[in-house]
Nanobody
Framework: QVQLVESGGGLVQAGGSLRISCAAS????????MGWFRQAPGKEREFVAA????????YYADSVKGRFTISRDNAKNMVYLQMNSLKPEDTAVYYC?????????????????WGQGTQVTVSS
C-alpha cells in the first residue's frame, strides 16, 4: 500500500502560479503511475494530469494543457503539479492518486490510492 500526502495549496490571484506537491510513502513510487485530479464544490472529480511510472509519458486535460505541468522525482518519492496562468475556474480541491497499472488512466476508477487533497483557490 502507498500513502499520499498533498501540500502546497493556497490562495492565489488569477494569472498567478502555484506548485502543489504529493509525497508518497509505504511503497516505491516508481511502481505507480501518478495522477492529479480536482473537485470543485458541487461538481464531480475530474482528471487534471497524469504521468507514467518513469515520467516519460504525460497526459493533460484539455482545460489545463499548456498551463499545467506534471512531474515526478522517483528518488524523492515526490510528484508535482506546476500550475501557471491560473484562472478562477481552477479553484478546487486537488488530489494526488496512484495507479498500479502500466498506463496512467484519466478516470478516478483507474486509481487505487488517494491523498486527502489540498485546496487551491484562485481569486479574480
Amino acid at each position: 500500500q502507498v500513502q499520499l500526502v498533498e501540500s502546497g495549496g493556497g490562495l492565489v490571484q488569477a494569472g498567478g502560479s502555484l506548485r502543489i506537491s504529493c509525497a508518497a510513502s509505504g511503497r516505491t513510487l516508481s511502481n505507480y503511475a501518478m495522477g492529479w485530479f480536482r473537485q470543485a464544490p458541487g461538481k464531480e472529480r475530474e482528471f487534471v494530469a497524469a504521468v507514467s511510472r518513469s515520467g516519460g509519458s504525460k497526459y493533460y486535460a484539455d482545460s489545463v494543457k499548456g498551463r499545467f505541468t506534471i512531474s515526478r522525482d522517483n528518488a524523492k518519492n515526490m510528484v508535482y503539479l506546476q500550475m501557471n496562468s491560473l484562472k478562477p475556474e481552477d479553484t478546487a480541491v486537488y488530489y494526488c492518486a496512484a495507479n498500479s497499472r502500466l498506463v496512467p488512466g484519466i478516470r478516478p476508477i483507474d486509481y487505487d490510492y488517494w491523498g486527502q487533497g489540498t485546496q487551491v483557490t484562485v481569486s479574480s
